[in-house]
């Protein structure tokens, strides 16, 4: 899959897409990103992409036209007919907020047009005109839509075969099908024994036994526990599609979860 990233900061996607286990992905084309900035589609010595808002107001807009100059450049690149074009997506404060399903359904997808905005923000006849979709990370406002672009490549990449170190790894994440959208369970890994600040803290004897269904139930218990404590909403709707068998309920009953 093809992502056209528009950015005026394409130097800050290079290590991000140099290091770490997601390289994999970049490197083999998995997830190809292609980067291209708006200021060389701009006019003018001073190759201007941005100006002051109509009737008044703090900071600057970005315009319209190198943008979409830019966006012509990456079809014409992407070599799309009419009826197969990627997706423009713009990630933005009043956009959907993008969760698990979303980066499952982007991770099987064709890739996209991912526009970063910056300053105010972008002029609005862009948008109308170009966006397809807008998309969010949060109830929060970023100095622009670079880190909210990483994000999404970021969690695009690792769903790629081959990419994680073991196949099965993104299964046990949270928010994933095979938790039942759940959160994951606490880890634990050597010393057996930790001598933290508070005085010893031992690994649950449970997971050093080896009794693999013993295991599997603690780990199970300990989703439904911290989903109940930190998203009840996600407990509420693994209830509500009929996710939670008798076990599951009688351990949440027992702990007043339920």
């Not at 404060?93 to 993008?98: D, E, Q, S, T, V």
């Not at 994680?164 to 890994?189: C, I, K, R």
């Not at 005085?199 to 080896?210: A, K, R, S």
Request: proline fraction near 8%.
């Amino acid at each position: 899959m093809r992502f056209d990233v528009i950015t005026l900061f394409p130097e800050l996607f290079e290590p991000f897409l140099r290091h770490g286990i997601n390289r994999r992905a970049f490197e083999s084309g998995q997830v190809a990103v292609h980067l291209w900035n708006p200021r060389d589609f701009a006019e003018g010595n001073y190759r201007r992409v941005d100006d002051r808002p109509f009737g008044g107001g703090p900071g600057m807009v970005m315009m319209a036209e190198p943008l979409w100059q830019c966006l012509q450049a990456i079809r014409a690149a992407r070599a799309e007919p009419d009826g197969a074009r990627a997706p423009v997506v713009l990630f933005s404060p009043i956009g959907a907020p993008l969760n698990h399903k979303g980066v499952e359904d982007w991770s099987r997808g064709q890739g996209a047009v991912l526009v970063c905005g910056r300053y105010e923000g972008i002029d609005q006849r862009f948008i109308d005109s170009c966006v397809d979709q807008q998309l969010s990370l949060g109830d929060f406002v970023l100095s622009g839509g670079e880190i909210p672009a990483m994000a999404l490549l970021d969690a695009v990449a690792r769903l790629q075969p081959g990419v994680l170190t073991d196949e099965g790894s993104h299964q046990q994440d949270s928010f994933n099908p095979a938790l039942d959208g759940l959160l994951d369970s606490p880890h634990h890994t050597r010393p057996e024994v930790w001598q933290g600040p508070e005085g010893p803290m031992p690994v649950p004897e449970v997971l050093l036994g080896g009794h693999h269904e013993r295991i599997a139930r603690y780990r199970r218990e300990q989703s439904l526990a911290i989903t109940a404590s930190r998203r009840p909403d996600l407990l509420a709707l693994a209830k509500d599609r009929g996710l939670l068998d008798a076990a599951d309920q009688a351990f949440l009953r027992s702990k007043g979860l339920l």
